[in-house]
């Protein structure tokens, strides 16, 4: 009896562990994702597999792994592993880790401490792992989801390897979940049935985040409809209810992914504020990562306005890195601002057009060489060979404009850039036009 209420106690203590933290995959061949640097050959495999990690640091978004990979290495190499938050520890924490690491110095042991959110620690708090790092104490493995060159020491940065992290593709997501079903740590001891697309719902809902995904299953599956031979069924309306947004059933990846985002564009470039903003919340309810949309409005910006006015490029980047900043549901408003300004904008597709025009030439000119007059001439050889002869530095001469033709003499007299009659793009064709007749006299 006393054994058997033992192995309750374990099992109820492990499923009260979130479906993420049970399933934490224990080998380098169980982990899902980052393929560019955990592929066969690819370098943090090898470093991993021949014993020879340093300290490194891994930079990527919330959910992809990083300390799962760190736990992973620890095992792999046989170090004694270390992990605390730079949330809330401090120097005195620090030197009590690295006292800690130098005891297994002494012993002969390998230590692994990982840091999570290490851009967190200030200056003093860094330079408290540098003297560890150097003398080879530990091994140092800092994750952070912030560039870490603006975040991290140059003395400590100098010291680690920066590996990206990607966000985990749909594909990675959807293949987590199904092992979720089937793994005994997960739902594999249950019956469960789940609705076609389910699992791809979850994932595209996930954007890139694995413990997102985990936890979005955990939830539907506890909320399931229990049938009386014990089977939990999972329904597309069940999924629907747990994320209460009907509109996040669409898929980010299917037809009605890009509906959306056609609408959207074409109602900015009719100049429809109403139509543009319907659109946007459609996809931001929906669940659609917003700097995909923020991407999208800055190629129009200079797609579909252009010149006309230059400003709207500088308000779809500022839109972007706001996005970015402070993400979902605060920058909704930032989005809004980005496409109403666009839909008001004058409009010209000058831009794309004088590109798409220079392309074809330029594609079926390739060989076409570079006029000796535009070439540098770094060395004496190449200013033997006339590099640079003929050169006319504008600034030089009146009005800083020569006479000199900066086009392949195959192409001389070719007009790509033709400016509409919008906007401030009125006052450029002016000066065009008064630059091609000053050159023409």
């Known amino acids: 009896m006393s054994e058997g209420m033992e192995q309750m106690t374990f099992f109820d203590r492990a499923a009260s562990e979130p479906l993420a933290a049970r399933l934490r995959p224990l080998e380098l061949s169980d982990y899902v994702g980052q393929s560019h640097l955990l592929g066969k050959g690819k370098v943090l495999r090898r470093l991993i597999e021949n014993d020879q990690v340093t300290s490194m640091i891994f930079w990527g978004p919330p959910g992809v792994g990083k300390t799962t990979l760190a736990q992973i290495i620890a095992k792999s190499t046989r170090s004694s592993f270390i992990e605390f938050s730079a949330v809330t520890s401090g120097i005195k924490d620090i030197r009590t880790v690295m006292q800690q690491a130098e005891d297994n110095r002494r012993l002969g042991m390998r230590t692994i401490v990982f840091v999570d959110e290490i851009h967190r620690f200030n200056k003093a708090q860094q330079d408290a792992f540098l003297p560890f790092v150097e003398k080879g104490s530990i091994t140092l493995i800092g994750a952070t989801t912030e560039n870490p060159s603006f975040e991290i020491n140059g003395a400590l940065l100098s010291r680690c390897k920066v590996f990206v992290l990607k966000a985990l593709s749909p594909e990675d997501l959807v293949k987590l979940i199904n092992r979720a079903v089937r793994d005994p740590r997960g739902f594999g001891g249950q019956k469960l049935s789940m609705d076609d697309g389910v699992a791809d719902t979850i994932a595209g809902f996930a954007n890139g985040d694995a413990r997102v995904a985990l936890s979005t299953l955990e939830m539907v599956v506890l909320n399931g409809d229990l049938k009386p031979d014990g089977t939990i069924v999972v329904t597309r309306e069940i999924l629907e209810q747990c994320i209460s947004k009907k509109s996040l059933l669409y898929d980010k990846k299917g037809e009605e992914h890009y509906n959306l985002i056609s609408a959207l564009h074409k109602s900015m470039r009719n100049s429809d504020p109403d139509a543009a903003v319907y659109w946007l919340a459609r996809m931001l309810e929906a ?33 972007y890195q706001a996005c970015h900043f402070i993400g979902m549901p605060e920058c909704s408003v930032h989005l809004t601002h980005a496409v ?93 036009a008064q630059i091609k007749a000053w050159k023409k006299e």
Do not use: W
């Open 287 to 319: 669940g659609e990562d917003p700097l995909y949309i923020a991407r999208r409005v800055t190629r129009f910006a200079s797609e579909d306005v252009g010149l006309a006015d230059s400003r709207a490029l500088e308000v779809a980047v500022a839109a």
């Open 340 to 432: 109403i300004y666009m839909a008001l904008a004058p409009k010209s597709n000058a831009m794309e057009a004088a590109y798409f025009a220079a392309r074809d030439d330029a594609v079926s000119q390739l060989a076409e060489p570079v006029p000796l007059h535009l070439r540098n001439a770094p060395t004496r050889l190449m200013t033997e060979l006339e590099y640079g002869k003929g050169y006319q530095y504008a600034h030089d001469y009146e009005g800083h404009i020569t006479k000199m033709k900066c086009l392949p003499p195959s192409l001389e007299g070719k007009e790509y850039y033709v400016p509409s009659d919008q906007g401030n793009e009125v006052r450029y064709a002016a000066r065009l």
